[in-house]
Protein backbone atom coordinates (compact mmCIF):
# COMPACT_ATOMS: atom_id res chain seq x y z
CA UNK A 1 0.00 0.00 0.00
CA UNK A 2 1.58 2.82 -1.37
CA UNK A 3 0.65 6.61 0.96
CA UNK A 4 -0.26 9.21 -1.37
CA UNK A 5 -0.06 13.13 -0.94
CA UNK A 6 -1.68 14.70 -3.77
CA UNK A 7 -0.89 18.66 -4.26
CA UNK A 8 -3.25 20.20 -6.91
CA UNK A 9 -6.11 17.55 -5.96
CA UNK A 10 -9.29 20.13 -7.45
CA UNK A 11 -6.81 20.51 -10.75
CA UNK A 12 -6.81 18.32 -14.22
CA UNK A 13 -3.86 16.38 -12.50
CA UNK A 14 -5.19 15.96 -9.25
CA UNK A 15 -8.56 15.05 -9.96
CA UNK A 16 -7.20 11.97 -12.64
CA UNK A 17 -4.81 10.83 -9.76
CA UNK A 18 -8.03 10.55 -7.46
CA UNK A 19 -9.50 8.52 -10.25
CA UNK A 20 -6.16 6.24 -10.43
CA UNK A 21 -6.34 5.67 -6.40
CA UNK A 22 -10.49 5.37 -6.21
CA UNK A 23 -10.07 2.30 -8.65
CA UNK A 24 -6.99 0.80 -6.86
CA UNK A 25 -8.06 1.25 -3.56
CA UNK A 26 -6.08 -2.25 -2.04
CA UNK A 27 -2.73 -0.38 -3.80
CA UNK A 28 -2.61 3.19 -2.94
CA UNK A 29 -3.57 4.93 0.09
CA UNK A 30 -4.63 9.18 0.17
CA UNK A 31 -3.11 10.60 3.48
CA UNK A 32 -3.12 14.23 2.49
CA UNK A 33 -4.65 17.00 -0.38
CA UNK A 34 -3.59 20.08 -1.10
CA UNK A 35 -5.78 22.63 -3.29
CA UNK A 36 -5.03 26.20 -4.87
CA UNK A 37 -8.62 28.02 -3.98
CA UNK A 38 -10.89 25.53 -3.94
CA UNK A 39 -12.08 25.02 -0.35
CA UNK A 40 -15.16 22.94 -1.23
CA UNK A 41 -13.63 20.55 -3.74
CA UNK A 42 -11.05 19.88 -1.25
CA UNK A 43 -13.23 19.07 1.30
CA UNK A 44 -15.68 17.29 -0.74
CA UNK A 45 -12.35 15.00 -1.59
CA UNK A 46 -11.48 14.78 2.08
CA UNK A 47 -14.51 13.63 2.92
CA UNK A 48 -14.59 10.89 0.50
CA UNK A 49 -10.97 9.13 0.81
CA UNK A 50 -11.46 10.21 4.86
CA UNK A 51 -8.42 12.65 4.63
CA UNK A 52 -7.49 14.76 7.75
CA UNK A 53 -4.62 16.10 6.26
CA UNK A 54 -5.67 19.08 4.07
CA UNK A 55 -4.34 22.22 2.90
CA UNK A 56 -5.31 25.38 1.08
CA UNK A 57 -2.58 27.54 -1.13
CA UNK A 58 1.19 26.81 -2.19
CA UNK A 59 2.15 27.66 1.31
CA UNK A 60 -0.02 25.77 3.30
CA UNK A 61 0.87 22.59 0.55
CA UNK A 62 4.76 22.69 1.43
CA UNK A 63 4.06 22.60 5.13
CA UNK A 64 1.55 19.61 4.70
CA UNK A 65 4.39 17.86 2.56
CA UNK A 66 6.92 18.23 5.75
CA UNK A 67 4.22 17.06 8.45
CA UNK A 68 2.33 14.50 6.42
CA UNK A 69 4.05 11.16 6.14
CA UNK A 70 3.93 9.59 2.61
CA UNK A 71 5.48 7.55 0.31
CA UNK A 72 4.78 8.94 -2.98
CA UNK A 73 4.06 13.19 -3.29
CA UNK A 74 2.19 14.13 -6.45
CA UNK A 75 3.06 17.56 -7.27
CA UNK A 76 -0.09 18.76 -9.72
CA UNK A 77 0.18 22.84 -8.60
CA UNK A 78 -0.08 24.87 -11.49
CA UNK A 79 2.95 27.48 -11.83
CA UNK A 80 6.00 28.36 -10.30
CA UNK A 81 4.60 28.53 -6.75
CA UNK A 82 5.12 24.51 -7.16
CA UNK A 83 8.62 24.81 -6.37
CA UNK A 84 8.22 25.15 -2.34
CA UNK A 85 6.75 21.58 -2.32
CA UNK A 86 8.77 20.01 -4.73
CA UNK A 87 12.02 21.07 -2.33
CA UNK A 88 9.89 19.83 0.27
CA UNK A 89 9.55 16.43 -0.80
CA UNK A 90 12.82 16.28 -2.42
CA UNK A 91 14.30 17.50 1.33
CA UNK A 92 11.88 15.04 3.01
CA UNK A 93 13.03 11.76 0.87
CA UNK A 94 9.82 11.02 -0.72
CA UNK A 95 9.33 10.22 -4.12
CA UNK A 96 8.33 12.85 -6.01
CA UNK A 97 5.38 11.95 -8.84
CA UNK A 98 6.43 15.65 -10.94
CA UNK A 99 3.78 17.33 -12.60
CA UNK A 100 4.68 20.56 -12.10
CA UNK A 101 7.41 21.09 -14.69
CA UNK A 102 7.68 24.64 -13.83
CA UNK A 103 9.22 23.93 -10.48
CA UNK A 104 12.06 22.02 -12.09
CA UNK A 105 12.82 24.40 -14.87
CA UNK A 106 12.53 27.14 -12.16
CA UNK A 107 14.54 25.78 -9.48
CA UNK A 108 17.23 24.15 -12.13
CA UNK A 109 20.30 23.35 -10.36
CA UNK A 110 18.83 24.00 -6.56
CA UNK A 111 16.25 21.02 -7.58
CA UNK A 112 18.72 18.73 -9.00
CA UNK A 113 20.92 18.98 -6.36
CA UNK A 114 19.12 17.91 -3.47
CA UNK A 115 17.24 14.86 -5.70
CA UNK A 116 18.62 11.49 -4.90
CA UNK A 117 18.86 8.94 -8.28
CA UNK A 118 15.10 7.92 -9.18
CA UNK A 119 13.48 10.63 -6.57
CA UNK A 120 11.87 12.34 -9.07
CA UNK A 121 9.40 10.91 -11.74
CA UNK A 122 8.32 13.07 -14.20
CA UNK A 123 4.18 12.67 -14.56
CA UNK A 124 4.03 14.58 -18.33
CA UNK A 125 3.06 12.35 -20.76
CA UNK A 126 6.29 12.87 -22.98
CA UNK A 127 8.77 12.97 -19.90
CA UNK A 128 6.92 9.77 -18.80
CA UNK A 129 7.34 8.15 -22.18
CA UNK A 130 11.54 8.68 -21.98
CA UNK A 131 11.17 7.66 -18.96
CA UNK A 132 9.48 4.19 -20.06
CA UNK A 133 11.76 3.86 -23.23
CA UNK A 134 15.05 4.21 -20.91
CA UNK A 135 14.51 1.29 -19.76
CA UNK A 136 15.66 -0.55 -22.66
CA UNK A 137 19.36 0.59 -22.80
CA UNK A 138 21.94 2.36 -20.47
CA UNK A 139 22.52 5.85 -20.41
CA UNK A 140 25.43 5.72 -22.26
CA UNK A 141 24.19 4.35 -25.12
CA UNK A 142 21.86 6.89 -25.78
CA UNK A 143 22.26 9.42 -28.64
CA UNK A 144 19.01 11.70 -28.48
CA UNK A 145 15.93 12.10 -26.83
CA UNK A 146 12.95 12.74 -29.14
CA UNK A 147 10.14 14.82 -27.80
CA UNK A 148 6.95 14.73 -29.82
CA UNK A 149 4.40 17.75 -30.06
CA UNK A 150 0.90 17.83 -30.82
CA UNK A 151 1.58 21.32 -32.75
CA UNK A 152 -1.53 22.90 -31.30
CA UNK A 153 -4.01 24.61 -32.85
CA UNK A 154 -1.97 26.36 -35.69
CA UNK A 155 -0.10 23.97 -36.85
CA UNK A 156 0.69 24.09 -40.77
CA UNK A 157 0.02 28.16 -39.91
CA UNK A 158 2.58 30.73 -41.27
CA UNK A 159 3.67 33.61 -38.10
CA UNK A 160 2.34 36.13 -40.56
CA UNK A 161 -1.01 34.56 -40.38
CA UNK A 162 -0.86 33.91 -36.27
CA UNK A 163 -0.81 38.04 -35.82
CA UNK A 164 -4.73 37.93 -35.05
CA UNK A 165 -5.16 34.58 -33.62
CA UNK A 166 -7.74 35.28 -30.57
CA UNK A 167 -7.39 34.14 -27.31
CA UNK A 168 -10.69 31.62 -27.55
CA UNK A 169 -8.71 30.12 -30.83
CA UNK A 170 -5.60 29.53 -29.17
CA UNK A 171 -7.36 27.83 -26.42
CA UNK A 172 -8.90 25.21 -28.65
CA UNK A 173 -6.45 22.81 -28.59
CA UNK A 174 -6.96 19.93 -30.88
CA UNK A 175 -5.99 16.68 -28.50
CA UNK A 176 -5.67 18.03 -24.54
CA UNK A 177 -8.06 19.84 -22.22
CA UNK A 178 -6.00 21.92 -19.99
CA UNK A 179 -6.34 25.24 -18.19
CA UNK A 180 -5.57 28.36 -19.91
CA UNK A 181 -1.88 29.15 -19.45
CA UNK A 182 -0.91 25.76 -20.37
CA UNK A 183 -3.29 25.50 -23.41
CA UNK A 184 -2.24 29.02 -24.39
CA UNK A 185 1.78 27.76 -23.91
CA UNK A 186 0.94 24.61 -26.22
CA UNK A 187 -0.55 27.04 -28.80
CA UNK A 188 2.91 29.37 -28.70
CA UNK A 189 4.78 26.07 -28.12
CA UNK A 190 6.48 27.64 -24.99
CA UNK A 191 5.22 24.31 -23.42
CA UNK A 192 7.20 22.09 -25.77
CA UNK A 193 9.99 24.61 -24.89
CA UNK A 194 10.06 24.31 -21.38
CA UNK A 195 9.65 20.52 -22.00
CA UNK A 196 12.84 20.35 -23.30
CA UNK A 197 14.55 22.37 -20.34
CA UNK A 198 13.11 19.61 -18.23
CA UNK A 199 13.59 16.91 -20.02
CA UNK A 200 17.44 18.12 -19.58
CA UNK A 201 17.41 18.47 -16.13
CA UNK A 202 15.51 15.18 -15.40
CA UNK A 203 18.16 13.20 -17.69
CA UNK A 204 21.10 14.87 -18.45
CA UNK A 205 21.00 14.80 -21.64
CA UNK A 206 22.80 17.91 -23.67
CA UNK A 207 20.63 20.33 -25.24
CA UNK A 208 21.88 20.10 -29.09
CA UNK A 209 20.84 15.85 -28.39
CA UNK A 210 17.31 17.08 -27.77
CA UNK A 211 14.59 17.38 -30.67
CA UNK A 212 11.02 18.07 -31.17
CA UNK A 213 8.95 16.50 -33.47
CA UNK A 214 5.61 17.80 -34.27
CA UNK A 215 3.13 14.48 -34.22
CA UNK A 216 -0.72 15.37 -34.70
CA UNK A 217 -2.00 12.09 -33.76
CA UNK A 218 -0.67 12.68 -29.77
CA UNK A 219 0.18 8.56 -29.85
CA UNK A 220 3.63 8.58 -29.73
CA UNK A 221 4.76 10.33 -26.49
CA UNK A 222 8.13 10.86 -27.32
CA UNK A 223 11.04 8.72 -28.44
CA UNK A 224 14.67 7.76 -27.39
CA UNK A 225 16.94 7.03 -30.23
CA UNK A 226 20.09 4.76 -29.26
CA UNK A 227 23.43 4.55 -30.77
CA UNK A 228 23.16 1.59 -32.62
CA UNK A 229 20.23 3.26 -34.32
CA UNK A 230 17.13 1.58 -32.87
CA UNK A 231 14.44 4.23 -31.72
CA UNK A 232 12.35 3.09 -28.41
CA UNK A 233 8.87 5.01 -28.72
CA UNK A 234 6.32 4.80 -25.91
CA UNK A 235 2.75 4.73 -27.49
CA UNK A 236 -0.24 5.26 -26.34
CA UNK A 237 -3.78 7.02 -26.58
CA UNK A 238 -4.11 10.70 -25.02
CA UNK A 239 -4.97 9.74 -21.21
CA UNK A 240 -3.11 11.46 -18.35
CA UNK A 241 -3.97 8.35 -15.92
CA UNK A 242 -1.39 6.43 -17.58
CA UNK A 243 1.66 8.69 -16.87
CA UNK A 244 0.04 9.54 -13.59
CA UNK A 245 -0.19 5.50 -12.55
CA UNK A 246 3.44 5.27 -13.07
CA UNK A 247 3.95 8.46 -11.05
CA UNK A 248 2.05 6.58 -8.11
CA UNK A 249 3.74 3.29 -8.08
CA UNK A 250 7.19 3.87 -10.38
CA UNK A 251 8.53 1.30 -11.89
CA UNK A 252 5.17 -1.07 -11.84
CA UNK A 253 2.16 -0.74 -14.23
CA UNK A 254 -1.17 -0.30 -12.58
CA UNK A 255 -3.37 -2.77 -14.91
CA UNK A 256 -6.62 -1.53 -16.64
CA UNK A 257 -5.70 2.35 -16.09
CA UNK A 258 -5.50 3.25 -19.47
CA UNK A 259 -7.16 1.69 -23.36
CA UNK A 260 -4.70 0.03 -25.14
CA UNK A 261 -4.34 1.10 -28.98
CA UNK A 262 -6.88 -1.16 -31.47
CA UNK A 263 -4.34 -2.56 -33.72
CA UNK A 264 -7.06 -4.37 -35.67
CA UNK A 265 -7.96 -0.97 -37.20
CA UNK A 266 -6.08 0.90 -39.75
CA UNK A 267 -4.69 4.27 -38.86
CA UNK A 268 -2.16 6.45 -39.88
CA UNK A 269 0.66 8.30 -37.73
CA UNK A 270 2.69 11.25 -39.17
CA UNK A 271 5.76 12.95 -38.32
CA UNK A 272 6.53 16.40 -39.53
CA UNK A 273 9.55 18.88 -38.62
CA UNK A 274 8.94 21.75 -36.25
CA UNK A 275 8.87 25.13 -38.44
CA UNK A 276 11.16 27.08 -36.12
CA UNK A 277 10.09 30.49 -38.51
CA UNK A 278 6.44 30.05 -36.86
CA UNK A 279 7.32 29.35 -33.37
CA UNK A 280 10.54 30.35 -32.27
CA UNK A 281 9.76 29.24 -28.46
CA UNK A 282 12.11 25.88 -28.96
CA UNK A 283 15.42 27.74 -29.92
CA UNK A 284 14.55 30.42 -27.09
CA UNK A 285 14.25 27.89 -24.23
CA UNK A 286 17.26 25.96 -25.54
CA UNK A 287 18.93 29.22 -25.18
CA UNK A 288 17.82 30.32 -21.66
CA UNK A 289 18.41 26.81 -20.46
CA UNK A 290 21.88 26.86 -21.66
CA UNK A 291 22.40 30.37 -20.02
CA UNK A 292 20.77 28.74 -16.61
CA UNK A 293 21.06 30.38 -13.30
CA UNK A 294 17.82 32.50 -13.48
CA UNK A 295 17.22 32.39 -17.09
CA UNK A 296 14.86 29.83 -17.30
CA UNK A 297 12.65 31.40 -14.01
CA UNK A 298 12.63 34.91 -16.11
CA UNK A 299 11.29 32.81 -19.39
CA UNK A 300 8.32 31.46 -17.70
CA UNK A 301 7.71 34.42 -15.61
CA UNK A 302 7.71 36.67 -18.07
CA UNK A 303 5.58 34.25 -19.98
CA UNK A 304 2.82 33.77 -17.99
CA UNK A 305 2.71 37.85 -17.57
CA UNK A 306 2.42 37.89 -21.33
CA UNK A 307 -0.10 34.94 -21.19
CA UNK A 308 -2.54 36.89 -19.43
CA UNK A 309 -1.85 40.25 -21.56
CA UNK A 310 -2.95 38.66 -24.34
CA UNK A 311 -6.60 36.79 -22.62
CA UNK A 312 -7.18 40.49 -21.58
CA UNK A 313 -6.59 41.74 -24.79
CA UNK A 314 -3.39 44.01 -24.20
CA UNK A 315 -1.32 42.60 -26.95
CA UNK A 316 -1.51 40.26 -29.91
CA UNK A 317 -0.24 36.31 -30.47
CA UNK A 318 2.80 37.26 -31.61
CA UNK A 319 3.84 39.59 -29.36
CA UNK A 320 3.74 37.22 -25.96
CA UNK A 321 6.99 35.32 -27.28
CA UNK A 322 8.11 38.96 -28.24
CA UNK A 323 7.45 40.18 -25.30
CA UNK A 324 9.20 37.10 -23.54
CA UNK A 325 12.71 37.48 -25.90
CA UNK A 326 12.96 40.92 -24.85
CA UNK A 327 12.79 40.60 -21.26
CA UNK A 328 15.23 37.39 -21.74
CA UNK A 329 17.26 39.78 -23.51
CA UNK A 330 17.52 42.53 -20.66
CA UNK A 331 18.11 39.81 -17.64
CA UNK A 332 21.26 39.62 -16.20
CA UNK A 333 21.71 36.94 -13.82
CA UNK A 334 22.87 37.03 -9.85
CA UNK A 335 25.73 35.93 -9.12
CA UNK A 336 24.49 32.90 -7.01
CA UNK A 337 21.21 30.80 -7.27
CA UNK A 338 19.19 30.69 -4.12
CA UNK A 339 15.67 30.60 -3.48
CA UNK A 340 15.65 34.02 -2.58
CA UNK A 341 17.29 34.90 -5.63
CA UNK A 342 15.01 33.03 -7.94
CA UNK A 343 11.68 34.96 -6.49
CA UNK A 344 13.49 37.97 -6.96
CA UNK A 345 14.22 37.57 -10.34
CA UNK A 346 10.67 36.19 -11.34
CA UNK A 347 10.02 39.39 -9.45
CA UNK A 348 11.51 41.45 -12.09
CA UNK A 349 10.83 39.75 -14.82
CA UNK A 350 7.05 40.08 -14.31
CA UNK A 351 7.72 44.20 -13.81
CA UNK A 352 9.98 44.29 -16.81
CA UNK A 353 7.09 41.94 -19.16
CA UNK A 354 4.41 44.48 -17.39
CA UNK A 355 6.21 47.85 -18.35
CA UNK A 356 7.22 45.90 -22.07
CA UNK A 357 3.55 45.14 -22.70
CA UNK A 358 2.33 48.97 -21.47
CA UNK A 359 4.55 50.17 -23.91
CA UNK A 360 3.52 48.41 -27.07
CA UNK A 361 0.32 49.22 -26.13
Known amino acids: MRRILVLGSTGSIGTQALDVIRANPRRFEVVGLAAGRDRSGLDAQAAEFGVEHTALGAAEAEQLVRDVEADVVLNGITGSVGLGPTLAA ?53 RRLVLTASGGPFRGRSRASLAGVTPAEALAHPTWDMGRVVTTNSATLVNKGLEVIEAHLLFGVAYADIDVVVHPQSIVHSMVEFVDGSTIAQASPPDMRLPISLGLDWP ?26 AFPSVRLAKRVGRAGATYPAVFNAANEQAVDAFHEGRIGFLSILETVERVVDAHEAPAALTRDSLIEAERWARESADRAIAASA
Open 90 to 142: LESGRTLALANKESLIVGGELVTAIAAPGQIVPVDSEHSAIAQALRSGDRSEV
Open 252 to 277: HRVAGVGRPLDWTAATSWTFEPLDEA
